[in-house]
Each structure stands twice: as C-alpha cells, then as structure tokens.
C-alpha cells in the first residue's frame, strides 16, 4: 500500500450540484485570512473538488460549527496516533489491535511517525497498511521544527489525537493552535509518564501501575485523569496445533525443550542474562534448544552483535539461535515450551501477554508491569535480575516438571482471557475514546469569556 502524506477532511464531491455549493462556500472561505493564498484545492483535467468539514463563524465565534451535506449521516470519529517512530513493539501492537478490532463504522485510525532511522523495521508498516490504516511518513523527511509544523496543520482535522512514546514533537504543535483536539497520551514506560508537560493531556493511559503512578505526579491536580489500559493481545492469533508444523521447520522432535525470549534486542531487557543461563541449561540438558526472537534496536545496533559474540564465545553456535524480527511470532511461540523475560526497567512486556495467550509458563523478573501479569508459583515463575545462575535453575526445574509447565501455562492463558483480550480491552479504549471526545465538545461549545489558553490549562482538552 503506498502511504500518501494528506490532511484530512478534503473528500471528492459526488455531483455537479454538491460541487457548485463547495465552490460558492469557497468564496465566502476566501475571506478568512488563514485560508487566503492557501492551495488546499486543486483542479485537474476533469476537476477534482471538496469540500470543507468544519468551518469557523465569520463573526468571532470560537465555536467549531461541523458542515455536513446530510446531517443524518454523522462522520466516523477519527483518530490519529503519533508516534515518535514506528518500529516492533507493544504500543505499535496495541493500535494494529485496535485497527483491527475496533467498529469501522464508528471509528477510523491514521498513524503518523515523525522520525525513522534507515535500519529500523518496516514491519509495523506493512501490518498497518494491510489492514487500511493509513500511515503518514511525511515527517521522515522534515527536520524537528518542520514537524511540529506539519502536525499543527494536520491534527485540527481529527476528533481525537494519541500521542505514544512521549513523541516530543506534540506539545510545541499544540501550542501553534487555538482551538486544540483533545489529547490521550498513551505511555509504555515510567520516563515516558514524567515526560514533557501535561496541561493539554486530556488523560494519560499507562499499560501498569507504576507508570500511571508516576503520570500522576504530573497531573497532581486532577489524577482521576490517569488510567490504566494493560496491552491487549488477540486470543485468535494463537493456535496451539500449530506446534509440530512450527517444531518440524525447526528439525526438533516434541519431546526437546525449546525455550525462548522474544522482543527488540535492547540493553535494558538483559538477553545476556538469558544467553548466560542458556549455557548453564546446556551442561544439564544437552539437547535443549534456545531462541532468540527479534531484530536489533535501530539506536543501539552494536548490542545485537555483542549478544552473538557471546553466544559463540559460550560455545552456543548449535544449541542457540537468532531469528530476527518476525511478524509470526504467535505462530513461533506455538512451538516453545518456555519463556524466558529478564528485564530491568521496562513497563508492562506485551510479549508475557502473548506467550500466556500460547499457554506457556513464563520465568521472568518481577518489574513494574511483570508484577500484575504473573503471580510466582501460580502464573509463572520470579527470578532476581542479572542473576543468570537462577534462571537456570528455573529453566532445568520446569524442564524436568512437564505438569508444571502445563499448569503454570494454562493458569497464565486464564488470566489473559480474562484481563488482557482485545475483547475485553478494545471495548475500554471504545469508552475512553467517546468520552474524551465528548467531554470536548461540551467544553467547545460552552459560552465562555475566559480566553482559549486559560481553558486549555485548567480543564482538560
């Protein structure tokens, strides 16, 4: 799909009548000093026209009074998410989720990035633009300054804005505008929570406890605006009797344990940890295998490497291997049968999610978001950080206890159809987004001689 930049709410007129009324209301729209000299129509050899979705009052208004050629027929509520780049993770999980299993009819997504390195992935694109999500990548070419530019221009067009990864570009854009969309900001990470500043945020989503506290000790005055949306995994992407297909591309029978990590190769998710504690496992369970899933971190490269080295220098080379970024990675973790998450610092890991939605029993630290997903001994297993003579022994305990594993797996499955299924949380994000649109056309149409900013700063939106 070819992902052409565009601001919206310019659609094709249908009928020569519909268009002389577009033409006639342009003229009035000449008048406007923000729309003099502006291109924004364009005719072609057979004219291409438009028309205006929202047009100011002539006299001073500051209310918003949407144009619409059949009142009987509302718009879809449409929703931008920024982020500051796209590459494979949990929160670019969380809008492919929602892209797919939101109601069409009701609401329309668009992603714009506003920065890419040559070496990040691509596959979050191509997963977006597989199911119609439009993804702006205009901003790949601007500088910082150009950007916020462009999102002051493109972000009135929409009901509603997400911005994701503290993208720092969002804030100096909202302050070119008078009349601003409501915010969500969503956070995967504590320093993202006390990131920037907060007055425009209608609410802030964190994905675990620890971030939302830490969000609220930037919205002090009204924290009842903070909540927690934990990453949602769809529960029909993973099918176990995809196992011996998946075991027999790997050449290992069913009965070798293989156990895996998924995720970005980044420092702060400790794959060396795993990579030490594989080569213990290996001196006691010769015929164990080990994976690694996932690619480089586009902003610390050189980790992927130094993870092979040492892979190779514990004599590794045929027991461990690197796959890469993958976009099968329920498919892949069908065939594990353990899972191993070792890190330091991160917020809520999607990928224990997804490998509780395979039902494999999970070893992992307990960090912030790891605390609410397992339970020790009944979800899954604790382990101490940096400890990779620990893991082992996890790993060998599980290794030798299949009815662990099994129970271990199905009690995590539980508690992530219960708690962390798109069809439980899809339906949250649904009254959050309605809510805070809501909340901001009363606000936009409440008389008021308080100037914009003032209000702005005191109430949310």
Not at 63 to 74: G, S
Not at 249 to 276: C, H, M, N, S, Y
Not at 287 to 293: C, K, M, N, P, W
């Amino acid at each position: 799909m070819t992902h052409q930049p565009s601001l919206p709410g310019w659609p094709q007129a249908t009928s020569p009548r519909s268009s002389r009324r577009f033409w006639k209301s342009l003229s009035i729209l000449n008048w406007l000093p923000e729309h003099r000299g502006r291109r924004h129509i364009r005719r072609t050899g057979r004219a291409r026209q438009y028309r205006r979705e929202n047009v100011s009052s002539l006299e001073g208004s500051s209310r918003v009074i949407p144009f619409q050629a059949n009142r009987a027929t509302q718009p879809r509520r449409r929703i931008l998410f920024v982020f500051a780049w796209l590459v494979v993770g949990g929160e670019e999980t969380e809008v492919r989720l929602l892209a797919k299993h939101l109601n069409p009819a009701r609401y329309q997504l668009e992603v714009v990035a506003c920065f890419r390195k040559p070496n990040m992935p691509k596959q979050t694109h191509d997963q977006l633009a597989a199911l119609g999500v439009t993804v702006d990548q205009t901003p790949y070419t601007l500088s910082f300054e150009e950007t916020v530019t462009y999102l002051a221009r493109k972000m009135p067009h929409y009901d509603l804005v997400v911005a994701c990864q503290a993208v720092p570009d969002i804030y100096p854009a909202l302050e070119q505008l008078a009349r601003r969309p409501p915010l969500i900001e969503h956070g995967g990470l504590v320093s993202e929570a006390l990131a920037g500043p907060k007055h425009f945020t209608s609410r802030y989503v964190g994905v675990c406890q620890t971030i939302c506290q830490a969000a609220q000790t930037k919205i002090a005055d009204r924290p009842h605006h903070v909540l927690e949306i934990p990453s949602m995994v769809d529960l029909d992407e993973f099918d176990p009797t995809q196992r011996a297909t998946v075991r027999a591309a790997w050449q290992v029978d069913d009965e070798t344990p293989v156990i895996g990590w998924v995720g970005r190769l980044d420092r702060k998710k400790r794959v060396e940890d795993f990579i030490r504690a594989a080569a213990l496992v290996h001196h006691e369970h010769p015929s164990a295998r080990f994976l690694v899933i996932g690619g480089p971190d586009a902003f610390m490269p050189e980790y992927a490497e130094e993870l092979q080295q040492l892979a190779h220098d514990l004599g590794l080379r045929d027991v461990l291997h690197f796959l890469g970024d993958r976009p099968d990675v329920p498919s892949l973790l069908a065939g594990l049968d353990i899972f191993v998450w070792l890190s330091r610092g991160e917020g809520m890991p999607h990928v224990i999610s997804e490998a509780g939605a395979a039902g494999l029993p999970v070893i992992a630290t307990c960090d912030n978001g790891t605390e609410e997903q397992i339970t020790h001994g009944v979800t899954g297993l604790f382990t101490p950080h940096e400890a990779p003579v620990r893991v082992a022994e996890a790993i060998s305990h599980l290794i030798d206890n299949p009815q662990l594993r099994w129970r271990l797996g199905r009690n995590l499955r539980r508690k992530i159809e219960l708690e962390y299924s798109a069809a439980v949380l899809v339906r949250r994000w649904e009254r959050l987004f309605d809510e805070v649109i809501t909340e901001h056309q009363t606000l936009s149409v409440a008389p008021s001689s308080a100037p914009l900013a003032s209000l702005s700063a005191s109430a949310p939106g």
